[in-house]
């Protein structure tokens, strides 16, 4: 019985991918294309290498932010904390290997640990004591705010002594190729979201539980049990980002973070995937996270001044999710 109904609702996502998706999809991909035209014609600097790496750069932390968060929309829930969670992670990466000295390697695992166990007490919070995901998050995203400030004394941790840690980010492992390190750890992320998603149990639970959360009990699925999986895995995907930000700053910096997760479920929303859960696809957030990149460079590269930016930015969010309403209406 779990089998079929894991099977059924796979065979819905890929219905899914045939129709509404895909056409997100590649309307989200067209205006991708439209805004990169746009600001190509505005500025002849936009197409410039350096400044088309500083986009993929800045598509990084709130890319994987955004692909973590991409499974606890499809379950039908929301996740607030994913900003100042990844704060809160770059404050305990800092700890780990400038205040404790534990080597590099280690200081790592523990910063995206620290961002499972944030994932992790969301999860219990929403899953076993049944508080609803927008009032979990929020008090977890206060929490998170709180702990790195107390933590770190309300002062940024430097890794300026520690060898490597701005390498993670900044540096480059392919030999006589200027990208970053940070755009190929976002893209490696993608491939694993992918896999988790469209390959494993994890993704078939994912969507099942977002299409349908009690006829997903009812067939004998431990709905309680993979909720918590799903949300702890996303806070991995917090941690990875908290070590990318932390290592692009070289700086743990605790008043941070506030505001990136709006962008990231933006980004989440342009690429497809549904508020109301049940739909979505990583491909699509990795396109609208670039999406959301694109317009934050081009404003600035056109000289935009910031408040104006942020006005932008705020009118984007508006429309993904009225946008995403109208999908949901349709459907």
């Known amino acids: 019985m779990t089998t079929d109904i894991a099977n059924s609702h796979a065979t819905a996502q890929k219905k899914y991918f045939k129709g509404t998706g895909a056409l997100q999809q590649i309307l989200a991909f067209a205006s991708l294309i439209i805004l990169i035209i746009f600001f190509s014609i505005a500025s002849d600097n936009f197409l410039h290498w350096s400044n088309i790496e500083g986009i993929l750069l800045s598509t990084t932390v709130i890319g994987i932010l955004a692909l973590g968060t991409t499974f606890v929309i499809i379950t039908g829930g929301i996740d607030l904390s994913i900003g100042t969670g990844m ?22 695992i523990g910063g995206i640990l620290s961002g499972a166990c944030i994932g992790f007490i969301s999860g219990f919070s929403v899953s076993i004591l049944r508080i609803p995901p927008f009032i979990a998050t929020l008090a977890m995203m206060m929490i998170a705010e709180g702990l790195s400030l107390v933590i770190s004394g309300a002062s940024p941790i430097y890794f300026s ?33 992918w896999v988790l998603l469209s390959k494993t149990i994890v993704g078939r639970y994912t969507f099942a539980i977002g299409s349908n959360e009690e006829a997903t009990r009812l ?30 700053l070289n700086s ?18 342009i690429g497809g995937t549904s508020l109301s859960g049940g739909k979505g696809s990583l491909i699509g957030t990795m396109i609208g996270a670039l999406i959301m990149s694109v317009l934050t460079n081009g404003l600035r590269i056109m000289s935009i001044p910031q408040e104006w930016q942020t006005v932008v930015i705020g009118f984007v969010i508006l429309l993904a999710v009225y946008f995403d309403m109208l999908r949901k209406k349709n459907a």
């Open 161 to 193: 002594d520690i060898e490597g840690f701005n390498s993670i980010a900044l540096g480059s492992v392919i030999p006589g190729i200027s990208i970053p390190n940070a755009i190929l750890v976002f893209f490696f992320m993608v491939l694993i979201g």
């Open 219 to 248: 067939s004998g699925i431990n709905v309680k049990k993979w909720k918590l999986i799903i949300y702890t895995i996303a806070g991995c995907f917090t941690g990875v980002a908290g070590v990318i930000m932390a290592s692009r």
């Open 87 to 108: 704060t809160l992670t770059s404050v305990m990466t800092g700890v780990f290997i400038v205040y404790l000295g534990l080597p590099l390697s280690v200081g790592i």
């Open 252 to 269: 743990a910096q605790p008043a941070l973070g506030m505001g990136y997760e709006l962008e990231a479920i933006a980004a989440v929303v």
